[in-house]
């Protein structure tokens, strides 16, 4: 069913009617459904300035229902496709937008408009896409995915309308979070790093950074003799080895470290006390003079809760 509300009750009676219709010029709301991993609760979802949608194409077609796309042109009887919020901020109305104050229908529904067909269609075909920024992320192969989904035309009068399933692809919303990583030298001296801005503070410059930390806006401090980090400010650390955990996997990370040693080629995410979260890279460290150790990082940022 596509909800318990008469809302949608009238609107799968509205599709069996616009399925079992003759045709016409005319064109009538249609459904899909859509089942979306990771949930709308998850950390990706939450990155501000990235704008998620889904996307459904639907025909109806005279062959028989084969999850087969693109559908052969030939038995093609009508197609209608639409964009929405990958997940529905209200009930879903047929006309477009969303019952004011009022929470998602249960199924994701997104409505599109579909031209009747009339008795010669006999089966209801459909494809599913996630979108960060108009980039498609939907994984072609997780475990449980059906991107592409059909139903017969009995199937979707007696049922409802058909649902996809799909994952998001991390590394392809990676590839959509990555700006141009940022690179900072860190010294003995100058050892005071901010995340968002990339501002590194000296201690000649006024500042102590073994007093200062909670007047700075700070969030990493370097020191050596042996090389390490310390999260300050109420900063976390989480050391991910020699592998890079990319921008998804520093928003899954476990964040529960104030300090770590460092070595070249090794990586951490950082999450900062105002939620932001980078990767960070340590991409050189000169350790050759007994007074002074020069270290070079780069972070991306992963998200921005």
């Known amino acids: 069913m596509v909800s318990v509300s008469n809302l949608g009750m009238r609107a799968v009676g509205a599709l069996a009617a616009l399925i079992a219709l003759p045709v016409a010029a005319s064109a009538a709301p249609a459904q899909l459904r859509f089942k979306i991993e990771p949930g709308a609760g998850s950390p990706w979802n939450k990155s501000p300035g990235t704008k998620y949608e889904k996307r459904g194409e639907c025909v109806l077609s005279s062959g028989p229902a084969v999850a087969t796309w693109p559908v052969p042109a030939n038995q093609i009887l009508a197609k209608g496709q639409a964009t929405a919020p990958m997940f529905n901020p209200g009930m879903p109305l047929p006309g477009g937008g969303y019952k004011p ?12 408009e579909l031209a ?3 008795p010669d269609a006999k089966s209801m075909i459909c494809f599913g896409t996630l979108l960060a920024d108009g980039k498609d992320v939907t994984s072609d192969n997780a475990r449980g995915s059906q991107r592409v989904v059909a139903k017969s035309v009995a199937d979707v009068n007696a049922s409802g309308p058909p649902m ?15 700006p141009p990583a940022v690179t900072a030298h860190l010294d003995q001296n100058c050892n005071l790093l901010d995340i968002e801005s990339g501002k590194v503070w000296c201690g000649s410059s006024g500042i102590d950074p073994k007093t200062m930390f909670g007047a700075s806006p700070a969030d990493l401090h370097y020191s050596d003799y042996p090389a390490q980090f310390a999260a300050v400010n109420g900063a976390k ?12 996997g520093c928003t899954k990370a476990q964040f529960s470290e104030t300090h770590a040693l460092v070595a070249k080629d090794s990586y951490f995410c950082i999450k900062t006390a105002s939620g932001k979260i980078a990767e960070i890279k340590v991409t050189s460290v000169n350790q050759d003079s007994p007074k002074h150790a ?4 780069q972070w991306t940022f992963a998200a921005l809760p």
């Open 237 to 248: 650390l989480s050391k991910v080895s020699n592998q890079a955990p990319g921008a998804f």
């Open 164 to 178: 996809v399933s799909l994952h998001l692809d991390e590394k392809k919303l990676a590839a959509v979070w990555s």
């Open 101 to 112: 104050n009022s929470s998602d229908d249960g199924f994701n529904t997104l409505f599109y």
């Open 294 to 297: 020069n270290i070079y990082i």
């Open 116 to 118: 009747t067909a009339g």
